[in-house]
């Protein structure tokens, strides 16, 4: 029988020294592969599976690579002393990492194996066995909810919420520690009574007792025409400190367990 480390998966990047994705000092391996299509989203190279070309500042890029969880492994033990430290460690992003549910796993019980803390970032947009199947591996769940009205989070997001709601319930009564996100995009859900409909969410889920507010930015703009593709929200301005103030008021004055923060 293979071993999790042969595994294979694809992935289109790994950073180190993060700390905004989890606690500590971590490492962040982006996994290729998502089922949603956000109009904001910042990494339009890690929704196809396939490994795509991107040009930035004039030069081809290539953007995705198939990877052992050994080799990853290498690279993450790196930094061993950082996560000892910091009490950081691995966290899988993407791209979706339920969209390569054996590679994910066999990375999380690595990291498991390496005496590593592990967290993902994740929509929870999959099956509940694949749910089930991560869970006893993860430590912190960071889980965007991004719109409690699925007709509106299709129009943004392509897919419909129901899959996702139901998740985070299932995520709540059963992880370790779940942290709700939520990012914050003008025409989207920034105004108060979007925010405090999923503050209203996240504060009835068992266990949950944080908040994230995320400002989006658009940082990823020019990977889309990298990617020879449109930007879908050109034109839309982030979110001002006032506005994020006041929506973190809104969501604080909902919740009667949360503690909502701007900001991962
Ligand atoms: S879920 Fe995340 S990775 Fe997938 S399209 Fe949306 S923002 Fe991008």
């Known amino acids: 029988m293979k ?3 042969e595994q294979t998966g694809r992935i289109f990047d790994i950073q180190r020294y993060s700390i905004h994705d989890g606690p500590g000092i971590r490492t962040i391996v982006f996994l290729k592969g ?7 989203c910042c990494n339009p190279e890690s929704q196809e599976y396939g490994i795509q070309e991107m040009i930035r500042g004039g030069k081809k890029e290539i953007m995705g690579r198939d990877v052992t969880v050994a080799e990853v492994m290498d690279e993450i033990a790196a930094d061993r002393i950082y996560y000892a430290r910091s009490g950081g460690g691995l966290t899988l992003s993407g791209g979706e990492c339920m969209a390569q549910p054996e590679f994910a796993e066999a990375l ?4 498991h194996d390496y005496g590593f803390n592990t967290a993902i970032e994740t929509t929870a947009f999959a099956s509940r066995e694949v ?6 591996h993860v430590d912190h769940f960071l889980m965007d909810i991004k719109h409690m009205n699925s007709d509106k989070h299709e129009e943004f997001t392509s897919q419909r919420n129901e899959k996702i709601l139901e998740n985070a319930k299932y995520i709540a009564e059963n992880a370790n520690h779940l942290v709700i996100r939520v990012p914050v995009v003008p025409t989207f859900n920034a105004t108060p009574s979007e925010i405090a409909d999923i503050a209203r969410f996240a504060d009835s889920l068992p ?3 944080e908040l994230h507010l995320l400002p989006y930015h658009r940082l990823g703009q020019d990977k ?3 990617l020879g593709r449109t930007y879908l929200l050109d034109g839309i ?3 001002t400190a006032d506005t994020m103030n006041m929506l973190l008021e809104t969501a604080q004055s909902v919740s009667t367990k949360l503690h909502v923060q701007i900001g991962g």
């Open 108 to 111: 999380l019980r690595a990291a």
């Open 207 to 209: 266990n949950v007792t």
């Open 131 to 136: 749910v089930q199947r991560l869970l006893p």
């Open 3 to 5: 071993s999790i480390y």
């Open 237 to 239: 301005a982030p979110p």
């Open 34 to 40: 998502c089922y949603l299509r956000c109009k904001w």
């Open 224 to 226: 889309y025409t990298g």
